[in-house]
């Protein structure tokens, strides 16, 4: 399948990315192209420019300063996994970055792409949401609850870029998904994170209006960050997604086993 | 049309090409290296899979435009000197294939799984790193087995250059 024509340029810097874009409406930017080509080949996206950001180094790297662990928006998911720095700092964010999708796809896909496009089963804006990240763009920093707005939806305008994910480390993390059997996008996972102010838990792949902090759990687990906190406590159906692979009933039953399961792995990534 | 200069099979090549040409594409119809397969065509099965700088991607979502200086692995680089790669011969050993279709796919993301893990695998992980590979005939115990085999070979220093250069 060949997608329609476009023109390809690789810009080294941002500034030449921004004139690119500005230049051409029916230009759009380009990391991993995991999730973009597909689509283009499918003709459900036909962008008369690509403009591929991989060339600019302001989105590489990945480093901790301050208690902060920065990652570049062009590193692929299979760097984050294997990064020793990561490893170190926030050992579930790189298993969670180990369990996307599989290796080909991991040595492509790109954790900026990922969260620009927040797709409502992605398992990036479940992390950034847990930690409290901030999204760097060219242009500001937009903190990770004011950045996803709804399914496929962010707070980037037209035109700018995530130059790099910002992530305070937090005192634990773990995170836990259930696959959905074909696709292996996540049916529902939680990420638990005990941060400065409080444990946070996001969750992804259920939420009719993607990724999304579940509060009730969140006050449990500040309480005491145990699996036994959370006894009781069940995620409520509304607002769940439903489709051929599941009903509300029982995505919102696996967010909260999914939950239990984050919290009784911190520290590392359980997937089922 | 823009010109691509890039380093397949450790030949360097140079080619003016569309801009939206895929990589599996730029193998199979202008360098006519047809030992790529495409199966699915939408990123999935792992046919395409070839080696880009040294690791695993599904060719047939990689555009070539964008590959300027990189260097590409085919199956058709694997073997050396008339030798096929040990890969390529355990697969045969250990009836690690049938129809073929997926098979030289499957032979370059295991090469992967080998060279990612310094031979250093279980079963449980080879089966893992093995998901974005899909066969229909073998139900994956002789993939398994063959993979299992060169990174024990590979351990004991049997198999010096898994990944050609
Ligand atoms: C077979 C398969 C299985 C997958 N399974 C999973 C999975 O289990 N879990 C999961 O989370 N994901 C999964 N993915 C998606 C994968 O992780 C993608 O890599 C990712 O969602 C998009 O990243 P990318 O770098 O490829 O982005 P691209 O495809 O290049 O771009 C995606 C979108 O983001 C925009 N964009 C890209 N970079 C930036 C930037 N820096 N600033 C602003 N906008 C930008 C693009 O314009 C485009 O709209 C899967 C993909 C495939 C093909
Ligand atoms: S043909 Fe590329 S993944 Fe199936
Ligand atoms: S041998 Fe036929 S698909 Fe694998």
């Known amino acids: 399948m060949y997608p329609s024509e476009f023109s390809y340029k690789r810009p080294k810097t941002l500034a030449e990315a921004l004139s690119l874009i500005a230049s051409d409406d029916g230009a759009v930017f380009m990391s991993g192209g995991m999730t973009l080509l597909p689509a283009m080949k499918h003709r459900l996206q036909e962008p008369s420019m690509l403009i591929d950001l991989r060339g600019i180094a302001d989105l590489h790297g990945i480093s901790v300063e301050g208690g902060v662990l920065t990652i570049g928006a062009a590193t692929p998911h299979a760097e984050v996994a294997s990064s020793d720095v990561v490893k170190s700092a926030i050992p579930a964010l790189a298993a969670l970055a180990g369990s996307i999708a599989d290796p080909q796809v991991r040595n492509m896909g790109t954790i900026g792409g990922s969260i620009a496009n927040n797709d409502p089963s992605a398992d990036y804006p479940s992390a950034a949401l847990g930690l409290g990240a901030t999204i760097v763009t060219n242009a500001r920093s937009i903190p990770a609850d004011d950045f996803f707005t709804g399914m496929f939806s962010t707070a980037l305008e037209p035109g700018e870029i995530v130059v790099k994910v910002a992530f305070p480390i937090p005192a634990s993390a773990g995170y836990a998904k259930f696959r959905s059997q074909a696709s292996r996008y996540a049916m529902a996972g939680s990420f638990v994170a005990k941060t400065g102010s409080g444990v946070r838990v996001a969750i992804t792949g259920s939420g009719n209006d993607g990724v999304y902090r579940w509060s009730e759990a969140e006050a449990a687990l500040t309480a005491a960050l145990t699996e036994t906190a959370l006894d009781g406590i069940t995620a409520s159906p509304d607002d769940m997604m439903e489709d051929m692979h599941g009903d509300a009933a029982y995505r919102a039953a696996l967010v909260t086993r999914m939950t239990r399961l984050a919290v009784a792995n911190q520290g590392a990534a359980h997937i089922v | ?165």
Do not use: W
């Open chain 2, 1 to 165: 049309m823009t010109t691509v200069t890039l380093t397949v099979n450790g030949q360097e090549v140079s080619r003016d090409i569309e801009d939206r040409t895929l990589l599996a594409q730029f193998l199979r119809d202008t360098l006519r290296l047809t030992g790529t397969h495409v199966g699915c065509d939408t990123t999935q099965c792992g046919a395409c899979t070839v080696l880009l700088n040294g690791k695993p991607v599904k060719s047939c979502t990689v555009l070539a435009v964008s590959l300027d200086g990189a260097k590409v692995t085919t199956i058709e680089g694997l073997a050396a000197n008339g030798q096929l790669h040990p890969m390529q011969e355990r697969f045969r050993e250990r009836h690690a294939l049938q129809c073929g279709f997926c098979t030289p796919g499957m032979v370059m993301a295991a090469v992967g799984v080998v060279e990612r893990n310094n031979g250093n695998v279980t079963e449980e992980l080879v089966r893992e790193q093995l998901e974005g590979n899909i066969c229909r005939c073998t139900g994956y115990a002789g993939i398994v087995e063959a993979v299992m085999d060169v990174a024990e070979m590979y351990r004991d220093g049997k198999v010096s250059q898994n990944v050609p250069v």
